[in-house]
T-cell receptor, first 113, second 110 residues
Framework: NAGVTQTPKFQVLKTGQSMTLQCAQD?????MSWYRQDPGMGLRLIHY???????DQGEVPNGYNVSRSTTEDFPLRLLSAAPSQTSVYFC????????????FGEGSWLTVV | RKEVEQDPGPFNVPEGATVAFNCTYSNSASQSFFWYRQDCRKEPKLLMSVYSSGNEDGRFTAQLNRASQYISLLIRDSKLSDSATYLC???????????FGAGTTVTVRA
């Protein structure tokens, strides 16, 4: 079972570069989201989507763009990488509806130098 | 004030001990509550959902106290494999937006 797949697992970027973190899920979940996790802090929501063509901002959206052209894919774009974006990024999906489990990808470790 | 707050620990306990810790949340309209487990450098995985009446899953017991706005997790008969960080997860009034605590670290020693 693939579940939620995200790539790349590790990436080093130079300040100002752009890149896209890929995320795909094969569970036909309508809801997908991106989080970042920093030491001593909980996961913080960057952007989320409740279905193809629908996206919305989370808690920390600045510097990131998303799109949702299909149910399966939800890429996260860093427009102009900054050292403050050094973090671990997790993509997640869940069925809509109260109390449903959220499933995470394995994470992407991003370092911006 | 953070939406979800946890004691970061670490809780260092011997095998076989009982360990318990709480998580407080600020949004009284929250509807869904979970405990997730996260191992070092891994993704979070669902440990258990937390129901109003409290619930148990083997050695793990979760409780919800809406009046005081906290949830708790109790681990009985701790195993070495229980060593992990436990994340408290709470929904907002919009169930799409989940808030995560920073985690409570538990280390079980032989």
């Amino acid at each position: 079972n693939a579940g939620v797949t995200q790539t790349p697992k590790f990436q080093v970027l130079k300040t100002g570069q752009s890149m896209t973190l890929q995320c795909a899920q094969d569970m036909n979940h309508e809801y997908m989201s991106w989080y970042r996790q920093d030491p001593g802090m909980g996961l913080r929501l960057i952007h989320y989507s409740v279905g193809a063509g629908i996206t919305d901002q989370g808690e920390v959206p600045n510097g990131y763009n998303v799109s949702r052209s299909t149910t399966e894919d939800f890429p996260l774009r860093l427009l102009s990488a900054a050292p403050s974006q050094t973090s671990v990024y997790f993509c997640a999906s869940r069925e809509t509806g109260l109390g449903n489990t959220i499933y995470f990808g394995e994470g992407s470790w991003l370092t911006v130098v | 004030r953070k939406e979800v707050e946890q004691d970061p620990g670490p809780f260092n306990v011997p095998e076989g001990a009982t360990v318990a810790f709480n998580c407080t949340y600020s949004n009284s309209a929250s509807q869904s509550f979970f405990w997730y487990r996260q191992d070092c450098r891994k993704e979070p995985k669902l440990l258990m959902s937390v129901y109003s009446s409290g619930n148990e899953d083997g050695r793990f017991t979760a409780q919800l106290n809406r009046a005081s706005q906290y949830i708790s997790l109790l681990i009985r008969d701790s195993k070495l494999s229980d060593s992990a960080t436990y994340l408290c997860v709470v929904s907002g009034s919009n169930d799409y937006k989940l808030s995560f605590g920073a985690g409570t670290t538990v280390t079980v020693r032989a």
